[in-house]
């Protein structure tokens, strides 16, 4: 049988970054002990807290934990990437709507036909309304969170009709499930969109809440009147909740 010391110096060459300290077992905190030059006589009677107390007392140990968080550390999300890439320049929100599109390829998310979206993602794509001349104004760029895929059409609830500092809000109900959230959203929200060549391709955001708040806070959106002309007034858009 393995003496104490024997299974510590087999776990001498563990890498104590990898995770929490107190989920290695005795043997194997020895083991990193070791590994950072730890004589055995100090630490062979340390129990598990004192081993971990004195693993992190050691500069190289600390020097290593840093590195590795940084090589470990989450890359920027796409909202991140696009505002990165924006810098100090004043983007219009074709450049905004273009640029989401190509980071969206770049990070291959699904892109699929209207026809085809399940229910509870949310999602960015292009639409032409079949009767534009019903509305005072429509977005023809919709970041929509679709409820329900019905004969024809798709019902979706379009964060572009909020204000940017609501959004956030409603994304994290959607992501939560924490209410019906047929309910929850807005009726100003709540538009259909039909499976027709003016619809799409409809790209799937990736389902995170970073990803799906910063998104939301891009100026991607594309309102037109009836006429097909550009229609700027977000304030009465905004206002109409």
Known sequence: ??????????????????????????????GINLGYDEPW??????????????????KKYREDVGLTQKIIEKPPTIAEKIIAKKGQEEWTTDEFANSLFQELQGYGATVTSASEVPPGKLCFFTYGAKYPERYPWYDRRPLAYILEQKGDRMLGANFHYLRPEIRDIFIRRVLNKDDVVYGAMPKNTLHTYLHSPN??????????????????????WKFVNAQGLEYNNLESIWDAI
């Open 1 to 30: 049988m393995a003496t104490d010391k024997q299974r510590a110096f087999f776990y001498s060459k563990l890498d104590g970054t990898r995770k929490k300290l107190d989920r290695y077992t005795v043997d194997e905190l020895r």
């Open 41 to 58: 006589f100090k630490i062979r009677n340390l129990k598990k807290d004192q081993l971990i107390t004195n693993i992190r007392s050691i």
């Open 199 to 220: 619809t799409g391709p409809v790209w799937i955001i990736p389902e995170d809440m970073e990803e799906y708040i910063g998104i939301a806070q891009l100026q991607t």
